[in-house]
Every structure is written in C-alpha cells, then in structure tokens.
C-alpha cells in the first residue's frame, strides 16, 4: 500500500531504527499504518541479528465495522505472552513498544479461501482455540471498553449475541443509511434479516465466555520458515461465547465443506478439553452465528464496495472485482437476508456506478 504518512508513526520507525533505508512500509492493511525495521546494536556498531520489529498504529480514516471491546490492543498482546503461545514477542524501546516481525508469508498465500488447509496447520489452529479458550474473564486483567454494566454476563450468549447484531444494525447499517441508503434500497439489502436473527438469537444455549480472537482468519495468521503458526491483529479480540469465535473463523476462512465440518467438530473436541461445557449446543446454534456473519459482511462489503466504485475507471465506474464481492456476499446471505434473487453481476456494477455518479446529498 503507497500511501503517504499522516500519522507520527514513520518517524518512530526512523527515530528507532537509525536508518531510514532499512525501513520497510507502510504494509498492507486496512486498518493501521505499519512499518518494518531491524534494531541497531546498543554500541552503533550494526545490527541487532535478523530480527525485525514492527511499529504501527490505527488508520483513523477508515470506517470501523466491528465492535472494539479493549481499550488497548498491545496491553492486550502483552498480557498474552505465556499464555498464547502463537503471539510474537513485543519488546519497548525507547517508551515505544514494538512487536517481533515474524518472517515469512500469511495462510493465505499458501492456501487461498475456499481451499483446504494442511493439517499440520490445522493442528495449531486447534491449539489456539485451546489456549484461547483457557483464559476467562477474570483470568486476564486488560483494560475493557465501556461499563462492566454493559457486558453480557458471563455465558449469556443470547445477551451477547444480541449485542454484536445490534451493534451491527445501529452502528453499521443505520448509521450509513444518509449516505448508502439508495445502494443498499437498490441491492434489496434492509435490516429485517438482522431484525429476525435478533429474534431466533433469545434461543441460543448458555456457554462459559473465553477470550475471543475476532478475527481469525488466513491473513492473520502468518506461516514462519519452520511451518510454524503465528496470530496476528487482536484488535477485534474480546471476551464472548466461544462459538462465535469460530462461526467468524468459518465464516472468514472458508473451508471446503467436508473440511469445515472436520474443522467444527476438531473445535468442539479442543475446547470441551479445557473448559467443560464451551461447546455445549454447538450444532444447534452455529448455523444462527454463521448467518449472522454472513449478514454482517453484506452490510460492510457494500460500503467498501461503493468506495472501490470512486477508485476503479477514474472515478467513472465500479471494477468487475467490487461487483463480483457484493454478488458473493449477497449469495451467500441470501436466505437470512431474504433475498428473492441475487442480482448478477453487470447488474450490481451499474448499480455501484449509477450510486457513485449520484449518491445523495
């Protein structure tokens, strides 16, 4: 990603590493402005090893589609070491705190989306759900967003639930109705699905809460020269019913069938081994947060969408790739959102373009 800092971050990097040339960034990412750099050595004389650091914090000109629930995601990180054995290290140096650069390539480059993972990676997947969801809510003092009022109880998963879809349908959908409120009438995209998995959410069985990863999925988790596993980006972490955790993983991860269901049921084994009673009713309940996801990402996959239409053809039209990504999301979210048919594709790019050439005032 070429873009130009407007944050204090580059010069950070600069300032820590003594030498600008050695500086690798901003890296790809929606969601921060990250740079990569090796430390010099305490007497100037070269360079601390092969280790390189990362230094970066959150682009404050993007929309935000998910709810945050700590206040700081490297307390977070820190709090971690010892207990996730996938998070790398984080070091301060000169009162800037700096993560380990693991070296190598994300899940993704080796097996995209819709493609199976090796079971050597599956093993450490499983491992993380394990450790994850080991650490409870009173394991792990980290500063919370909000009110401890306002947090559902603990193994409340219907209370929770409800909050994330609420979440999504206030701050997300109505929130940018003044200005992608034609797109989503055009698209047929309301919030009555969300309206009626609120309803069916009151239903969901009660599990122990764990710390929750948000976010998995194959870019954020990065493959070392030794095959190893890393977890990236806990910025979505929160604590919460297990199984949302994986219905997001699913979601995102996009496994074949058989594999998936191979996966979900490696999932219940791992986390039942530690924590009694966190897959209870797992077979019943996933579909209704699996639906969720998917309802989820029309909403946020529109709206980045419509931005993609503003950058493809000068401004002119939407790209093939943006039209093709609502259509997917909207085939998939097609019987929670209650979608008659899904439109296709030379139809959903002139609607992005008609949008563009005259969204509302």
């Known amino acids: 990603m070429n873009v130009e800092s ?51 914090e959150p682009r404050l000109d993007v929309p935000r589609f998910d709810l945050r629930s700590f206040v700081r995601e ?15 290290e984080t070091i301060e140096v000169a009162e800037v705190r700096l993560q380990r650069f693991i070296e190598g390539a994300t899940l993704g480059t080796y097996r995209g989306p819709g493609t199976a993972v090796a079971e050597p990676h599956l093993d450490q997947i499983w491992q993380l759900f394990r450790e994850l969801a080991a650490i409870t809510p009173r394991s792990l003092a980290v500063e919370r967003l909000g009110p401890a009022e306002e947090w559902a109880a603990d193994g409340d998963c219907a209370a929770f639930a409800v909050s ?8 997300v959908y109505l929130a940018h109705l003044p200005v992608y409120g034609e797109l989503f009438a055009a698209l047929g995209v309301t919030d009555r699905g969300l ?35 890393w977890t990236i980006d806990w ?40 924590r009694p009673g966190a897959a209870r009713g797992w077979r019943r309940d996933l579909p209704l947060l699996l639906d969720y996801k998917r309802v989820q990402s029309v909403y946020t996959d529109v709206i980045r ?44 790019a002139e609607v992005l373009t008609a949008w563009r050439a005259g969204p509302p005032a």
């Open 6 to 56: 407007v944050s204090g971050v580059r010069d950070r990097a600069a300032r820590l590493s003594a030498a600008g040339a050695l500086i690798e960034g901003p890296l790809q990412g929606y969601h921060h402005e990250t740079y990569v750099f090796p430390l010099p050595d305490p007497d100037g004389s070269g360079w601390a090893g092969t280790v390189r650091w990362k230094c970066r």
């Open 74 to 88: 490297g307390a977070l990180v820190r709090a971690l070491a010892g207990r996730v054995s996938s998070v790398p």
């Open 164 to 171: 994330l879809m609420r979440f999504t349908e206030e701050r």
């Open 195 to 229: 309206r009626r998995l609120v309803a069916r959410a009151s239903a969901l069985t009660a599990r122990p809460f764990c710390l929750l990863h948000g976010d998995l999925h194959r870019e954020n988790l990065v493959v070392d020269g030794d095959g190893r596993l």
């Open 235 to 274: 910025e979505l972490a929160m604590f919460g019913d297990p199984l949302y955790d994986l219905a997001t993983h699913l979601h995102l991860m996009r496994y074949p069938a058989r594999q998936e269901a191979a996966v979900a049921a490696r999932w219940a084994t791992a986390v039942e081994s530690v």
């Open 305 to 348: 969408a419509a931005g993609a239409a503003g950058a493809a053809a000068g401004g002119s039209g939407a790209s093939p790739g943006a039209a093709r990504r609502v259509r997917t999301v909207l085939a998939r979210a097609g019987e929670p959102l209650g979608l008659a048919e899904i439109p296709t594709v030379g139809w959903i």
